[in-house]
């Protein structure tokens, strides 16, 4: 059972234009919502969060996204870098599991020159 | 800051055999976490620790898989005998709790080949 879902397996866009990675959660005790990227032979990094009481959380040029009603989040990239091609996860904390997180399966994010 | 150490980085074994993984956390984080990561998929957690006590190992082989945190401190993860469907990246994460704050970061994992 695939409670937090990325479709899209593998995005490419063009340095300079806006990348948008997208999740969806069946869980609705789903209050915390994270945004990890990854480098090949590297762990996971941190990279933006949202709590469900929000509807947008921005930090530079990463903005992520929360529709509750929709069960859908997004994280936006604007610009787009070449540094910025990684392999995304989104992942989501359920209120009553004591910080456990459950992921998606990631989407390669590719940008062009 | 230091971030999270794994050992070793890569590992190669045949099945049957055991294997051991070591964690340091980040100084000061409470929560440790261990999760396994099957080519093409997320991380999905083994077990979670507070100090030195096990919150979650729901999702934890505990017939061949056993973790333990001595002291609150480092972390081992064993598999003994592995199978050919343990090959996966291991990856070891650490957080300071607190409500809305306990992000996770992450080690650079540990590779297993079980061949």
């Known amino acids: 059972d695939q409670q937090v879902k990325q479709n899209s397996p593998s995005l490419s866009v063009q340095e300079g234009r806006i990348s948008i990675l997208n999740c969806d959660y069946t869980?609705?005790?789903?209050?915390?919502f994270l945004w990890y990227k990854k480098y090949p032979a590297e762990g996971p990094t941190f990279l933006i969060s949202?709590?469900?009481?929000?509807d947008k959380n921005e930090d530079g040029r990463f903005t992520v996204f929360l529709n509750k009603s929709a069960k859908h989040l997004s994280l936006h990239i604007v610009p787009s870098q070449p540094g910025d091609s990684a392999v995304y996860f989104c992942a989501a904390r359920d209120t009553g599991t004591a910080s456990k997180l459950t992921f998606g399966t990631g989407t390669r994010l590719q940008v062009t020159l | 800051e230091a971030g999270v150490a794994q050992s070793p980085r890569y590992k190669i074994i045949e099945k049957r055999q055991s294997v051991a993984f070591w964690c340091n956390p980040i100084?000061?984080?409470?929560?440790l976490y261990w999760y396994q990561q099957i080519l093409g998929q997320g991380p999905k957690l083994l077990i979670q620790f507070q100090n030195n006590g096990v919150v979650d190992d729901s999702q934890l082989p505990k017939d061949r898989f056993s973790a333990e945190r001595l002291k609150g401190v480092d972390s081992t993860l064993k598999i003994q005998p592995a199978k050919l469907e343990d090959s996966a990246v291991y990856l070891c994460?650490?957080?300071?709790?607190?409500?809305?704050?306990?992000?996770?970061?992450f080690g650079p994992g540990t590779r297993l080949t079980v061949l």
């Open positions: 869980n609705s005790m789903f209050d915390y």
């Open positions: 994460a650490s957080s300071f709790p607190g409500p809305y704050t306990d992000t996770q970061y």
């Open positions: 100084s000061g984080h409470a929560t």
């Open positions: 949202i709590s469900s009481i929000k």
